[in-house]
């Protein structure tokens, strides 16, 4: 009956006597050294394991309880969203006004915004971290030190969150 199969190096069709299979060869068009594969006849299908409804239950209730654990860890922390800055219904803080939280609240937000490229947000929000001068510097130095970053700036490459962090203590100063 014969072999039939692609040569892998320029992919033209070859065919071989049922004897070369499991040897190797030459491609007849481009002269490549071409494994035989051993004669499998060609109605052979894949035949695929059922699928166990069991262990798909599992994943999903597991998947789920991923989630539910993600939102709870999400509300302990009160991490702000992503790309939203923090905002209060009152005029802009005046200088000293922002407590610890709030602040860092701003810089996590700024740093993250500089990290994703949205500069116009991360200048407003620079806006509001700037005026608290030292109390900013000391939390930026905190940030800086920490050996485990915040949640919000963990895929940011250590070595781009030193530079963002560098930039705007240059900038209170």
Same mark, same amino acid.
């Given at each position: 009956?014969?072999?039939?199969?692609?040569?892998?190096?320029?992919?033209? +069709?070859? =065919?071989?006597?049922?004897?070369?299979?499991? @040897?190797?060869? +030459?491609?007849?068009?481009?002269?490549? +050294?071409?494994?035989?594969?051993?004669?499998?006849?060609?109605?052979?299908? %894949?035949?695929l394991a059922p699928?166990d409804t069991e262990?798909?239950?599992?994943? @999903? @209730?597991?998947?789920?309880?991923?989630?539910? %654990?993600?939102?709870?860890?999400? +509300? =302990?922390?009160?991490?702000?969203?992503?790309?939203?800055?923090? @905002?209060?219904?009152?005029?802009?803080?005046?200088?000293?006004?922002?407590?610890?939280?709030?602040?860092?609240?701003?810089?996590?937000?700024?740093?993250?915004?500089?990290?994703?490229?949205?500069?116009?947000?991360?200048?407003?929000?620079?806006?509001?971290? %700037?005026?608290?001068?030292?109390?900013?510097i000391r939390l930026? =130095?905190?940030?800086?030190?920490?050996?485990?970053?915040?949640?919000?700036?963990?895929?940011?490459?250590?070595?781009?969150?030193?530079?963002?962090?560098?930039?705007?203590?240059?900038?209170?100063?």
């Open positions: 009956m014969g072999i039939s199969f692609h040569c892998e190096h320029c992919g033209k +069709k070859i =065919e071989a006597p049922d004897t070369a299979g499991g @040897k190797w060869g +030459k491609c007849p068009a481009c002269h490549n +050294k071409v494994y035989v594969p051993a004669n499998n006849p060609p109605d052979d299908e %894949l035949r699928i262990e798909e239950r599992r994943r @999903k @209730k597991m998947a789920a309880e991923v989630d539910y %654990l993600r939102e709870e860890i999400l +509300k =302990e922390k009160d991490i702000p969203e992503e790309g939203v800055v923090p @905002k209060n219904n009152s005029p802009a803080p005046k200088p000293g006004d922002l407590s610890d939280a709030e602040l860092t609240t701003f810089i996590i937000s700024y740093l993250r915004q500089m990290a994703d490229g949205e500069l116009d947000l991360a200048e407003q929000t620079a806006e509001a971290i %700037l005026p608290n001068g030292q109390n900013a930026l =130095e905190r940030i800086a030190l920490s050996e485990i970053p915040e949640p919000e700036l963990a895929d940011i490459p250590q070595q781009v969150l030193s530079g963002l962090i560098k930039g705007l203590r240059s900038r209170i100063r």
